[in-house]
């Protein structure tokens, strides 16, 4: 099973991928945040993912040793490598709620986070309700490696290379019926292992299990996509492993992380930050500079990882985060002001 190239989400090319000198640098600065050695408190296909940080060889040894064949594609044309978000910084940086809400407590408190054995639910208003384990998330479509600008609601912005399949890809095999408007989005609930379910004052005040939700056809654009790795690896349990969800036109509260359901409804579900901040965190979260959240700008945004390793330089948001060529259609006629 190779990873193929879609030219459709060709945003990005080859100088935009982090410059060599950067890239090296990652064991130091990972060293330095106490990364290293915590992939032996993992069961091995978390480790797998983990460990091949500090490899090089760019290709994970769970897609290896899965079969599948792995290989770096070239990214999507707008952009080039050598702007691709450092690596060391997408695995250190994270809003994770569950694990705490210092951008470092992801790392720092998820490295024993257990994602084998797995399951994937895919229910609701289908034809054919699915349950996917985890070698069957690597293995159910063709994956593909997709460079997309990730735009976080708190106005920082990361440029990620993704590998996954798209959401619509699941969706078409299990067959969504008449009835169907919505998906849902759910992630695992397991107190014990996720510090911030367990004590809601360490979580940020979220109400657990995180929800999350898209417009069924929202979910089903090309765009939306599921995605088990990052950076030619599997995920690391702090960007979500082993699966979730990146909506790249979205502020990336909306990319739910650690998915465990997916159900197809017929009305608007409730999601989590909206229901604890309606004023604040709207059902579409559409990135839009026009539309400042109440308590910051968001018409322009800190890019992550450039203007040197510890700094970020200020640039301008596009509508859409940049991809309204593609999805802008999908919301003809809707108040982007009141739907925000």
Not at 4 to 24: A, C, G, L, M, R
Not at 164 to 179: E, H, N, P, R, Y
Not at 316 to 336: A, S
Request: hydrophobic letters at 35%; glycine letters at 8%; proline letters at 7%.
């Amino acid at each position: 099973m190779l990873i193929k190239k879609k030219p459709s989400w060709d945003k990005f090319n080859h100088n935009d991928v982090t410059p060599e000198e950067v890239y090296q640098q990652r064991r130091h600065l990972l060293k330095q945040i106490g990364f290293l050695g915590a992939g032996t408190l993992l069961s091995f296909p978390a480790q797998a993912g983990l460990w091949d940080l500090f490899s090089d060889d760019k290709s994970s040894e769970h897609f290896k040793q899965a079969g599948l064949n792995f290989k770096k594609q070239p990214a999507y044309d707008q952009w080039i490598y050598g702007d691709e978000t450092p690596e060391a910084k997408v695995i250190s940086h994270n809003n994770f709620y569950e694990f705490g809400t210092s951008k470092t407590d992801p790392i720092d408190n998820a490295q024993s986070f257990q994602v084998s054995p797995w399951q994937l639910r895919i229910e609701g208003e289908v034809e054919r309700p699915m349950v996917l384990d985890y070698d069957a998330l690597f293995r159910l479509f063709p994956l593909e490696e997709r460079i997309y600008n990730f735009r976080c609601v708190e106005a920082w912005s990361m440029v990620i290379p993704w590998i996954g399949f798209s959401l619509a890809d699941i969706l078409k095999k299990v067959g969504v019926t008449s009835k169907a408007t919505h998906v849902v989005f759910e992630t695992l609930y397991d107190p014990e292992q996720m510090p911030g379910q367990k004590n809601r004052f360490v979580g940020g005040g979220v109400a657990y299990p995180y929800v999350e939700g898209l417009t069924l056809a929202e979910a089903m654009t090309e765009l939306t996509f599921l995605s088990v790795g990052l950076y030619g690896k599997t995920l690391p349990p702090q960007n979500g492993a082993p699966v979730r969800l990146v909506v790249p036109w979205k502020y990336g509260f909306k990319s739910i992380k650690s998915v465990v359901t997916i159900r197809v409804t017929d009305k608007q579900p409730p999601t989590s930050w909206n229901r604890l901040a309606p004023n604040e965190y709207g059902f579409y979260a559409n990135v839009n500079p026009k539309v400042d959240h109440p308590r910051w700008s968001q018409a322009s945004e800190r890019r992550i990882g450039q203007g040197g390793l510890f700094s970020a330089k200020r640039i301008n948001t596009l509508p859409f985060n940049g991809y309204g060529d593609m999805v802008g259609d999908l919301y003809k006629g809707l108040n982007l002001k009141v739907n925000f």
